[in-house]
């Protein structure tokens, strides 16, 4: 197994974020790699030697590649042991926040995805009015989860997976103007998130491929 310095191939924005959410909270060093999805960057015979499904993220660590955010985020935690412990050592919480995680990753994510694609199809305004109602629907169901779940965080007091994967789906939210305050719960969530220097260390804007649409 090889402990070289981890190399993340990602992208400034998308599911990316959550993998260098984890890194951050795990205090985990890693060499940045851009794959600039707009460009096709992806599809090089580089890249697809690393990731033959021409999706980003990749980790590479301890002489893996691994891909898909949720299992890269698993390895980390059940690799890097120390806190914070990313998926909480009771069942129920457990299986708490890996529900907050999959209603964004399986549910809002793949799609709007979709949505985007048909853009020229739908029209702006009915493109516009379905990706909204996509994300109201994820933020009012984990609305329901941690109004009984949440302390400073979702799942308590502690960054668990569910925070991870709810930062950038709020990011979305506010780019889609989105009024958060009709989530009472996930709003004091998402200020103490906001505070915190991992969330902005991570962020879009402040990444070395970082472009303003």
């Not at 400034?12 to 999805?37: C, H, M, P, Q, T």
């Not at 096709?40 to 590479?60: C, R």
């Amino acid at each position: 197994m090889s402990f070289n310095k981890p190399i993340l191939w990602n992208f400034y924005r998308g599911a990316s974020w959550r993998v260098r959410l984890a890194l951050a909270f795990k205090k985990i060093d890693y060499e940045y790699r851009s794959v600039n999805i707009d460009k096709g960057e992806q599809f090089t015979k580089e890249y697809e030697a690393i990731n033959p499904n021409n999706e980003i993220p990749t980790l590479q660590i301890d002489g893996y590649n691994l891909t898909q955010t949720m299992p890269i985020i698993e390895y980390l935690d059940e690799t890097r042991s120390f806190e914070p412990k990313l998926l909480p050592s009771d069942s129920y919480k457990r299986c708490k926040a890996r529900s907050i995680a999959e209603i964004i990753n399986s549910g809002m994510q793949p799609y709007q995805k979709i949505v985007k694609r048909l853009g020229k199809e739908l029209g702006e305004q009915e493109k516009t009015k379905r990706l909204e109602l996509s994300t109201k629907k994820a933020l009012k169901a984990i609305e329901s989860i941690v109004a009984e779940t949440s302390g400073k965080y979702c799942i308590g007091d502690g960054i668990t997976i569910a925070d991870i994967f709810l930062v950038p789906a709020v990011h979305t939210a506010r780019l889609q103007e989105i009024n958060l305050n009709e989530y009472p719960c996930l709003s004091k969530i998402i200020d103490n998130l906001d505070k915190l220097p991992e969330v902005n260390q991570t962020h879009p804007k402040n990444q070395v491929d970082y472009q303003q649409s």
